[in-house]
């Protein structure tokens, strides 16, 4: 089997993860763990979304996030961005790139945001205009792309429609969503083979839950197809909070230490990555589902003294 040489990994948890958090996460801590991520090598992360602080009160400090991390290291930081007043914030914060997105369940679209799919793609257009006057990079994203907990099986050309309005509208990278963890690697394969044959200069991310297990293994499917950038979450964190049954996102670190076993390249200090990983367990004050935070790498050896012995 060829894999890509190559691949890009996002990090999502400060957004993603930290979102669901009931108990509001200090404003310095959320930069401390995204600066440690981008020293670790992550050069792409998803940071904070700019949001109404009413619906997702863990985002309230957006800007002031975004304004104290490092930006030295060249690390794309990109921002969710549901509507045109949270795109004329993320300007005044001098954001450089923006996330829009919609799904492609209608059910889902009504539960996430309260409106219908064509409404929500009508919407993007304006936030599109406000962005791009700011001089922002635009990214898309499309929930349920492998199936929907409210209506089961998504159809691949739904996805691949989407996808290929939103390539129209401006968006020349597009994030297909597992978002409740119902993807499987035939459904992977289909969906992104529909994308290609309709939009084939179209950059794709793929974005997968361990819902049901299968998390890294859909990431070797998109290996298969050739994908060469997917998105991952520090710790394992997150889950939608509009789907039943949805848990973590695939775990950042279990990512990159399967591509590295692949022999690909990250860029990424895995070890490094680990401890950041720790920390936010630490802070969290519970287990977290990584599963390389806790076991490190293949390579790490263990002296005789530390082992348990038989007796008797």
Do not use: W
């Amino acid at each position: 089997m060829s894999y890509p040489k190559k691949v890009t990994i996002c990090d999502v948890g400060t957004r993603d993860g930290f979102q669901i958090e009931h108990k509001f996460i200090p404003t310095a801590t959320k930069i401390e763990v995204i600066n440690a991520i981008i020293a670790a090598g992550v050069r792409k992360l998803e940071v904070t979304s700019f949001v109404s602080p009413r619906a997702v009160p863990q985002m309230a400090d957006a800007a002031e996030v975004y304004a104290g991390i490092d930006k030295s290291r060249g690390a794309e930081l990109v921002c969710l961005i549901p509507n045109r007043r949270g795109a004329e914030d993320a300007a005044k914060a001098g954001v450089k790139t923006a996330l829009l997105f919609l799904s492609a369940s209608e059910t889902h679209n009504l539960t996430n945001v309260n409106r219908s799919v064509q409404a929500s793609l009508d919407g993007l257009k304006d936030v599109m205009a406000v962005a791009n006057g700011a001089g922002m990079a635009v990214h898309g994203a499309i929930a349920t792309s492998f199936g929907c907990p409210f209506e089961g099986d998504v159809p691949a050309e739904r996805v691949a429609d989407l996808a290929v309005r939103m390539r129209d509208m401006g968006m020349h990278h597009v994030s297909l969503g597992d978002t409740t963890g119902m993807a499987t690697p035939p459904i992977v394969k289909r969906v992104v083979e529909a994308i290609r044959r309709r939009a084939p200069a179209l950059e794709l991310t793929l974005h997968f839950h361990n819902t049901r297990g299968l998390g890294l293994v859909n990431v070797m499917a998109g290996l298969e197809m050739g994908v060469t950038h997917f998105e991952g979450s520090i710790g394992g964190l997150g889950g939608c909070p509009f789907a039943p049954g949805a848990t973590g996102n695939i775990c950042t670190e279990d990512c990159v230490n399967l591509m590295h076993e692949l022999g690909i390249e990250t860029g990424i200090d895995l070890d490094a990555l680990c401890a950041v990983a720790r920390r936010v367990e630490q802070f969290l004050g519970r287990p977290l589902p990584g599963q390389v935070m806790r076991a490190g790498p293949r390579s790490k050896l263990h002296t005789i003294a530390a082992a348990k012995r038989a007796v008797g």
